[in-house]
């Protein structure tokens, strides 16, 4: 489905794809997230089991849907119906996320996991 929707050349590019961090107490904060050139949310958010054991997932998810903050960084380069209602985007980053929205959700993230704070850190 999304074999040549601006990622890599290459008959399977979903080798270079990376899995989303999906159990918090297992996988934590994703460092990385917004550093990465490519981002596919589908709309509404789908998660693997219980959002509530999925907050960071769904956090990230939310902002890149509706945040203005957060979309000014990305461009959202293809989207397919999938089904069912369910949308998918695909976006890319076009310049550096702020160190102002990088903290926003470092605090959010915080407000659902306190003893996370000082341990986790989005790189910059």
Known sequence: MMMNAYLPEKLNAFDQLES????????GLPELFFKYT???VADPIQ????????QVFGILADGMLNDPDLQQYYQVIKTYDYSD?????IYQLVSDVS??????????????Y???EGNYKFAR
Not at 85 to 89: K, M
């Open 99 to 112: 160190e102002e929205v990088i903290s926003k959700y470092e605090k959010l993230i915080y407000s659902c």
């Open 114 to 116: 306190p003893e996370w």
């Open 38 to 40: 490519y981002i596919i």
């Open 85 to 89: 209602g369910i949308e998918i985007y």
């Open 47 to 54: 998660y693997n089991n219980n959002a509530n054991q999925q």
């Open 20 to 27: 989303t961090h999906v159990w918090d107490s297992r996988d």
